[in-house]
């Protein structure tokens, strides 16, 4: 079965840092970008950005809310995509998803919430 | 940055009608790389439509998309009970990737 599961989120005071990790199965990990989109509570989606595979460069993208503090990495041999997020902000608060890049977004994780609050 | 403009905000409607869902774009979407998501409330989004026009795997044929350029439409021919949702286009054609606001079907 090919599927998303994101781990790592929990509250955190802002200003600190925390990593999410999205480990992924049932299909060939390294073949695909992949994206991270996340909903504030009671809100639409917001992209937050991706990184391609390793044979378009391993390269990343990041919307400007985010740019100079989240970081999207990739262990192709562990099929695990990350998002190391600091200085948090508590607009920062939401659900993130991870999401498969192919033909848009057609594999999504449940979610993993991050409360940004002191 | 593209914005995408979705309408109407919310639509009240009774199962087996029709439901028309629009998604406006500020500027031409490259390569018609538009898609539509459907999410349900506590659940991620689910990918209904790519390209615009293609359904992805797994969704029923009652779905429908359509459009070009800067205009785009969802089309449910006839709703199910399970269709009651919020309703998200994306254009992935070009960074920064972007979503309209969205629009929610409910039960009228």
């Known amino acids: 079965e090919v599927q998303l599961v994101e781990s790592g989120g929990g509250l955190v005071q802002p200003g600190r840092s925390l990593r999410l990790s999205c480990t992924a199965s049932g299909f060939t990990f390294g073949d695909y970008a992949m994206s991270w989109v996340r909903q504030a509570p009671g809100k639409g989606l917001e992209w937050v950005g991706f990184i391609r595979s390793k044979a378009y460069g391993g390269t990343t993208e990041y919307a400007a809310s985010v740019k100079g503090r989240f970081t999207i990495s990739r262990d192709d041999s562990k099929s695990i995509a990350y998002l190391q997020m600091n200085s948090l902000k508590t607009e920062d608060t939401a659900v993130y998803y991870c999401?498969?890049?192919?033909?848009?977004?057609?594999?999504w994780g449940q979610g993993t919430m991050v409360t940004v609050s002191s | 940055e593209i914005v995408l403009t979705q309408s109407p905000g919310t639509l009240s409607l009774s199962p087996g009608e029709r439901a028309t869902l629009s998604c406006r774009a500020s500027q031409s979407v490259s390569s018609s790389y538009l898609a539509w998501y459907q999410q349900k409330p506590g659940q991620a989004p689910r990918l209904l439509i790519y390209?615009?026009?293609s359904r992805a795997t797994g969704i029923p044929d009652r779905f429908s998309g359509s459009g070009s350029g800067t205009d785009f439409t969802l089309t449910i021919s006839r709703l199910e009970p399970e269709d009651f949702a919020v309703y998200y286009c994306?254009?992935?054609?070009?960074?920064?990737?972007?979503f309209g606001q969205g629009t929610k079907v409910e039960i009228k």
């Open positions: 999401t498969r890049d192919r033909e848009a977004f057609d594999i």
């Open positions: 994306q254009q992935y054609g070009s960074s920064p990737v972007t």
């Open positions: 390209g615009a026009s």
